[in-house]
């Protein structure tokens, strides 16, 4: 549904983006990862047709967006950054003039408009202007105004930003029941809320790729490890360990302790207490280490710290 080929941006002397390749299939919720700057707005805004690229060539819904952007703008709901609303109009009212926009019939209008509010949780704003509405109600307009006309493509950029936890809660679930109707690329700084709600990630850093998979191998595949605390000599329990039928590796990591990776879903602590229940050593503690979304991103982004900005 999006595909995304060596696209570069460049703004005077920054390259924003620089030779992206990336696709995304039809009915997937991709989370578009990076530490501020790295050039996710930048990327959204040239799929949405917002910015022209430097170079490099992307299409989205079937069509080139220099080629076809019409049919691309058509087929795309964009919630920018800064979702920007015309604040003197009523909700329902800007509404309406979006629908206009996206070239929704006249006599579906009212219907499109209703079901955008309603999916939405604006059903009680809509008599509301818009510059009152608080922050969470703002975002929530601005998920709206992206469903109307019902495109097939969502992108949206970081569409919980400033919500406190049960207006981001509400906002979660919306975007999770997008899918499989909608292919949804979301860029968010929250991490539990992409492992919630995103099946593959995206890590960008500094215009570039930094990671790109399934949740399920970022965070490990099909193995799982064990940290293991144990007193005695590294020379002793080490062997030990490895011995055992189900591990496949054992790290030391120093200070009586070891990493030991066994395959998913094999509980190896049984065995752990076993192995180790010798007069050489002891066992201290086992506990699990799961590789969570935020190790695999500070690992991504740790090529380079502190980031353009
Ligand atoms: N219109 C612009 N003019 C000049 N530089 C820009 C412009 N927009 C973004 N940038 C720069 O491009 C880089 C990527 O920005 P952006 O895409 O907004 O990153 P992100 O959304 O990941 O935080 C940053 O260094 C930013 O300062
Ligand atoms: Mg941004």
Redesign the pocket.
């Known amino acids: 549904m999006i595909e995304v080929s060596g696209l570069t941006k460049v703004?005077?002397s920054?390259t924003?983006?620089r030779d992206l390749s990336f696709r995304v299939e039809k009915g997937e919720i991709i989370g578009f990862l990076?530490?501020?700057?790295?050039?996710?707005?930048?990327?959204m805004r040239i799929l949405t047709g917002f910015t022209p690229a430097t170079s490099g060539v992307a299409k989205v819904a079937g069509y080139h967006i220099e080629d076809h952007p019409i049919e691309v703008k058509r087929r795309v709901g964009y919630m920018p950054?800064n979702v920007p609303a015309y604040g003197e109009m009523l909700v329902s009212a800007f509404l309406r003039y979006v629908a206009a926009v996206k070239g929704v019939p006249r006599g579906d209008v009212g219907r499109e408009v209703g079901r955008a509010m309603e999916r939405c949780g604006l059903g009680d704003m809509a008599n509301r202007v818009v510059r009152n509405l608080s922050k969470g109600y703002r975002q929530r307009l601005g998920l709206a105004q992206a469903l109307i006309g019902n495109p097939p493509v969502l992108i949206l950029?970081e569409p919980t930003a400033g919500l406190d936890p049960k207006q981001i809660i509400d906002i979660r679930q919306l975007i999770k029941s997008l899918a499989p109707e909608h292919t949804v690329l979301l860029?968010t700084h929250i991490l539990p809320e992409v492992t919630m709600v995103c099946e593959r990630v995206i890590i960008?850093n500094r215009?570039q790729i930094a990671a790109q998979d399934t949740m399920h191998n970022l965070t490990g595949g099909d193995s799982e490890s064990l940290e293991v605390e144990a007193l005695g000599v590294s020379d002793t329990i080490t062997p030990r360990l490895k011995a055992i039928g189900d591990v496949t590796k054992v790290e030391t990591l120093g200070g009586g302790r070891y990493r030991v990776v066994s395959p998913r879903g094999k509980d190896v602590r049984g065995a752990i207490v076993q192995a180790l229940s010798g007069s050489e050593c002891s066992l201290v503690g086992i506990q699990r280490k799961g590789r969570t979304l935020e190790d695999v991103f500070v690992e991504a982004v740790a090529a380079d710290r502190g980031g353009?900005?």
Do not use: R
Request: glycine share 22%.
């Open positions: 703004y005077g920054i924003a983006v990076g530490p501020n700057g790295a050039g996710k707005s930048t990327t950054e950029d860029s960008i215009g353009v900005e």
